[in-house]
């Protein structure tokens, strides 16, 4: 081999390498019920604001972010099992949670909203005192249900399930999530004649989300707090709140 030829050789060799390098696979479940963070659209596709901003967070990194989709109630015992590398489901970080699992850096910041009729007069969760309220089981919006004393909640394993019977009549309110709320009672041609949001609850902690990792999973963390830093230094970030939250 010629010294041209060795010095080509060498250099391909060490892009191959480099490319190598960046093809890292992260696979994150994500339960895709939750519009506009993460849903399935008309064609099938897993999309949303928490998918863009991982894929993102990825070619940004240096690592590829797949998608697998978990339904809700199982999704944090796949991860234990490690049955995939991450969860990206609009995961409120709470200390609870913190307990078996390791949180990125938070990436969007939430409330929870409350979803009623629009002729409602409901003004507070504490107005729903011995009605029927829905949310989606395990999620911060039902622990701020339960927080209230003599509300009767009642859980779904889909936020769909309880904006459906909401409009049949059937619930008082839904405690969800505030893009979520919005998304529902604002946008989805079914219910935005139908709904409001009567309130968005203030609580004392300000509650974000965050990409859970097994515990002790220092390099998935470090990859996707990496690429977080990235999208919200290139000003990636308010372009995809601009497409997906809006105003």
């Not at 409330?111 to 999620?139: F, Y």
Request: some cysteine.
């Amino acid at each position: 081999m010629t010294k041209k030829l060795f010095i080509f050789a060498l250099a391909f060799a060490l892009c191959a390498g480099a490319a190598a390098a960046g093809d890292r696979v992260i696979v994150f479940a994500t339960d895709a019920t939750w519009p506009p963070m993460e849903f399935v659209d008309q064609h099938k596709h897993t999309v949303g604001f928490s998918i863009d901003y991982m894929t993102a967070a990825g070619k940004a990194a240096g690592f590829k972010a797949e998608f697998t989709t978990v339904a809700w109630d199982g999704i944090f015992g796949g991860l234990a099992a490690g049955r995939y590398d991450a969860i990206c489901s609009s995961v409120s970080i709470t200390e609870e949670r913190k307990k078996t699992m390791d949180f990125s850096e938070p990436y969007f910041r939430v409330r929870q909203a409350v979803v009623v009729p629009k002729a409602s007069t409901v003004k507070s969760l504490e107005d729903l005192k011995g009605q029927k309220v829905g949310s989606q089981i395990s999620t911060t919006g039902t622990f701020a249900i339960q927080a209230v004393p003599e509300i009767v909640s009642k859980t779904y394993d889909e936020v769909g399930l309880a904006m459906e019977d909401l409009f049949n009549g059937r619930l008082a309110a839904v405690v969800c999530d505030d893009p979520v709320a919005a998304q529902y009672a604002l946008e989805n041609e079914r219910y935005k004649g139908a709904f409001k949001i009567a309130v968005v609850v203030e609580s004392g902690e300000v509650e974000f989300y965050g990409i859970a990792v097994k515990k002790g999973n220092a390099e998935v963390l470090d990859l996707v707090n990496a690429g977080i830093r990235a999208v919200k230094a290139n000003g990636l970030e308010e372009e995809l709140m601009k497409k997906w939250i809006g105003q």
